[in-house]
């Protein structure tokens, strides 16, 4: 009992202290490179979500808050390290990478393939951000994957659907690696492109199903994208509803930020119910999905959104979904809660297993 308490002291301070490094940086904190499994720790307080950090400025630019990076391990790392890191050039007239984590096991198991889009509302954060890098780690070890994880451009400088269109490359990179595995990324080759899937958190939610609409039009072959993995997806619209008409306060994504990064994300002239941030209004697509996990929390001011995003798909676009829509919590709770975290891979891991045994059956 006492050393589980110990623990979970531990762990509390290691994210106490990295919500500090994270919301007040200092010179000294920069060069700090946290660690696996500093990701962890209460809710953050009021007042300190880092979307009200965002200053926009008259000419229409904006200057971002400053989130600690974390490199890559490389390839010369002690054979002691679980996950191991590396980033490889995706297109370099966009500046956008992919960081590949792949997990220290026997080169001769076969991983799915999860394609991953980080959160921050299509305006802030990295695939380098210290809770983004932390939480891809921990999740190639937890179930175990291939884990890809996209740095795309963001806006305002780069409009949607300019994070769309790098997704999309993303997946056609994965194709590329397939179709000529001698000539691609040595780490690629421990992937099995039979079991791919898209997933993103937030914005990265919203970035895969759109994204998963434009590459299940494609030819994708040898490659196979079995499934959609949609963590609190982030969606909008002109018409307020309840659970947004509650988070003008909200800690993680209040009213006042969420509308800013709609605006600075969609389309000059754009309202909120534009396709890319309101699919439930937009036209019927003849293109069918493949089955699509949707996660959510009742503490999330996206939760509505999610809810009506369920319906459709299962109603109108006829996707087989797996919604897991009503525990507690609030939007990110994964980049703060470890065992929540935990929880989550647990649930991508059941529904990989699953939806692999499905698209077998159906083939």
């Not at 690629?188 to 299940?216: E, I, K, P």
Request: aromatic share 8%.
């Amino acid at each position: 009992m006492l050393l589980a308490v110990h623990r979970w002291t531990r762990r509390a301070v290691r994210g106490f202290q990295l919500l500090l490094l994270i919301l007040h940086p200092t010179q000294a904190d920069h060069a700090r490179v946290p660690k696996m499994g500093d990701v962890g720790g209460a809710a953050p307080a009021k007042g300190t979500s880092l979307f009200l950090q965002i200053v926009e400025h008259q000419d229409g630019t904006i200057s971002r808050p400053t989130v600690p990076v974390v490199p890559p391990t490389g390839d010369d790392h002690p054979d002691s390290s679980s996950v191991l890191s590396k980033d490889v050039p995706l297109d370099p007239t966009h500046k956008s990478f992919l960081r590949i984590y792949r997990p220290n096991l026997p080169s001769s198991q076969k991983l799915p393939i999860v394609i991953f889009f980080h959160g921050g509302g299509f305006v802030v954060f990295s695939t380098a951000s210290v809770f983004y890098h932390g939480f891809c780690e921990q999740m190639a070890a937890a179930l175990p994957a291939l884990v890809i994880s996209l740095d795309y451009r963001l806006a305002p400088e780069h409009r949607l659907p300019a994070a769309y269109e790098d997704a999309v490359e993303a997946i056609l990179w994965v194709r590329a690696q397939a179709q000529d595995p001698a000539a691609g990324e040595p780490w690629v080759t421990s992937g099995d492109f039979s079991r791919c899937f898209l997933m993103g958190s937030s914005s990265g939610a919203n970035m895969a199903y759109h994204a998963g609409l434009r590459a299940v039009a494609l030819e994708l072959q040898p490659i196979r994208l079995v499934g959609l993995i949609l963590n609190q997806p982030y969606f909008g619209g002109v018409e307020r509803t309840r659970s947004e008409l509650a988070s003008e306060e909200d800690v993680v994504l209040p009213l006042c930020a969420n509308d800013m990064m709609w605006r600075l994300a969609l389309p000059e002239g754009a309202d909120r119910d534009h396709e890319f941030s309101n699919p439930v209004v937009a036209p019927p697509r003849p293109i069918r999905l493949p089955r699509c996990m949707v996660k959510g929390c009742q503490g999330d001011p996206l939760i509505d959104r999610q809810r009506a995003f369920v319906k459709m798909l299962e109603e109108e676009e006829g996707a087989s979904v797996v919604a897991r829509l009503d525990e507690g919590g609030f939007h990110a709770i994964e980049l703060f809660d470890p065992g929540r975290g935990q929880a989550l891979f647990a649930e991508v891991r059941d529904f990989i297993s699953s939806s692999v045994v499905d698209a077998a059956a159906a083939s």
